[in-house]
């Protein structure tokens, strides 16, 4: 199933299924219970992310050939770290360019495939994982590179919070229609132009791995979602560097889920 969170021509807040004509089937249910059709229709007025996480885990230098690039050893255990909530952002909604990059161009995109979490999650067996997943969307864990290396203390968090730093969408596609998401082809697009291809088969750890990794001792929700790791061809990583402007329309697609858009901003 193919779910768009949506507001309607009332200003409600649904989730459906997209039709041609930009309507929407209504769904009744959510992550945890799962969703029914209804035989209602309502106008898709703006597209939303299609959930609002209770949590956002990230991995780093999850595609060999992205470690790679960037010079960095392979890594031995998963590099975690965490978006804050406040972070996402919807399809076809701007990205800022925050006021305190003031140093010069430094923002950056990384296209990912993003896990949802869809039952309660502890001390899983790697071999059960993908059970947990209610469904996969496309994300952009757009970064600010000189926050992300100087201005955290080491720490990767504060570059890659900023406001509208984490677009989700444009739909939840469930589980059951990706059978193996280890297979999934992964690009991003800077103004038509094709920025990174690569494919999950790629990944350190696959998607399993990290749910096994995440959950020891540690409760993952329903709702949560996990940023799996970006392929090469991000922006610090080329010669010369490449970094989002105002005006610049960047996308991520991924095999089956679709593709997510966004505009580039300056803030305000």
Known sequence: MRITRFIDENGTVQHGIAQQDGTAQLL????????MRQDEQRQISRILAPLTPVNIFCIGLNYREHAQETGAPIPDTPVVFMKPTTAVNHHQAEILLPAACNHGPEV????????????????????????YV???????????????????????????SFDSFCPLGPVMVTADEIPDPQTLRVRSQLNGAVMQDGN???????????????????????????????????????????????????????????????????AV
């Open 28 to 35: 009744k249910g959510d992550i945890q219970t799962g969703f």
């Open 108 to 131: 950056d995109y990384e296209a990912e495939l993003c896990v949802i979490i869809g039952k309660t999650a502890r001390n899983v067996a790697q071999s059960d994982a993908l059970d």
């Open 200 to 266: 999950t088969s790629d990944m350190i750890f696959p998607i399993a791995s990290l749910i096994h990794h995440l959950s020891q001792d540690l409760t993952l929700l329903p709702g949560t979602v996990i940023l799996t790791g970006t392929p090469s061809g991000v922006g610090f990583a080329r010669n010369p560097q490449v970094f989002l402007a105002e005006g610049d329309e960047i996308s991520v697609e991924i095999d089956v889920i679709g593709k997510l858009q966004n505009r580039v901003v300056n």
């Open 134 to 160: 209610f469904g996969y969307t496309c994300a952009n864990d757009v970064s600010a590179r000189r926050w992300q290396k100087h201005g955290g203390g080491g720490q990767w968090i504060r570059g890659k």
